[in-house]
């Protein structure tokens, strides 16, 4: 594909609904990562798939949270009871290999709003 | 645990100045250090990467310093232009496939025409 897509682009929810968000990197690109970010706050790592297994879950903040990716490609993260400080801007990169010096292409992001 | 800083107040700068960007980083030895652009509403966009071997990397009116010492890299973009208006994050890298990409917070800029 051209780029990283993620949908949906936005995304408005009540308290303790569970919610999808998707990520489609770009073609051939092994790793696929998520990350969250807060209003004026960096990047947050949350997870990192290589192919379809994940070796790093290290960053998901809760049980609550949870990813697959499925054909080497498209990617899910769910959260589940939504609580109002999940609301950020949820990114998704891909890179080709997950190697050191690897580039990351970011997607324009799910921004997430929990009322 | 590694922490990131970058200048913690905006940027503002004329028009045709150098603006200069700096990244401080703490209890990381990082192999790789990576500069990203990002407009609102959209995700980052990778400039520059940098190696701990390498004082200094240049792309077109782009600079980037990494002092392994002083623990910072510098980023500078010269003849700066009201289009360079961004946030501009740094990202440390292990160098190993097990070592996360870590970013920082981002500093603002904005070029005042």
């Known amino acids: 594909g051209a780029g990283v897509s993620q949908s949906p682009s936005n995304k408005v929810t009540e308290k303790g609904k569970d919610v999808e968000l998707r990520c489609d990197p770009i073609s051939g690109h092994t790793a696929l990562y998520w990350y969250r970010q807060s209003l004026g706050q960096g990047l947050e790592f949350l997870i990192y798939?290589?192919?379809?297994?994940?070796?790093?879950k290290s960053g998901l903040p809760s049980d609550r949270f949870s990813a697959e990716r499925t054909g080497g490609s498209v990617s899910t993260l769910t959260i589940q009871r939504t609580q109002q400080e999940d609301s950020a801007v949820y990114l998704c990169?891909?890179?080709?290999?997950?190697?050191?010096?690897?580039?990351?292409?970011f997607g324009p992001g799910t921004r997430l709003t929990v009322l | 645990s590694q922490k990131i800083e970058q200048n913690s107040e905006a940027l503002n700068i004329q028009e045709g100045k150098t603006a200069t960007l700096t990244c401080n980083y703490t209890n990381y030895s990082p192999a790789y250090l990576q500069w990203y652009r990002q407009d609102p509403g959209r995700g980052p966009v990778f400039l520059l990467l940098i190696r701990e071997n390498e004082k200094e990397k240049r792309k077109e009116r782009l600079k980037v310093t990494f002092d392994t010492t002083l623990k910072q890299s510098l980023f500078h973009i010269t003849a700066s232009q009201p289009a360079d208006s961004a946030t501009y994050l740094c990202a440390l890298d292990g160098g190993t496939s097990y070592d996360k990409v870590i970013f920082g917070p981002g500093t603002s800029l904005s070029v005042i025409p």
């Open positions: 798939f290589q192919g379809n297994s994940a070796p790093d």
């Open positions: 990169a891909s890179s080709l290999e997950g190697v050191a010096a690897d580039t990351q292409y």
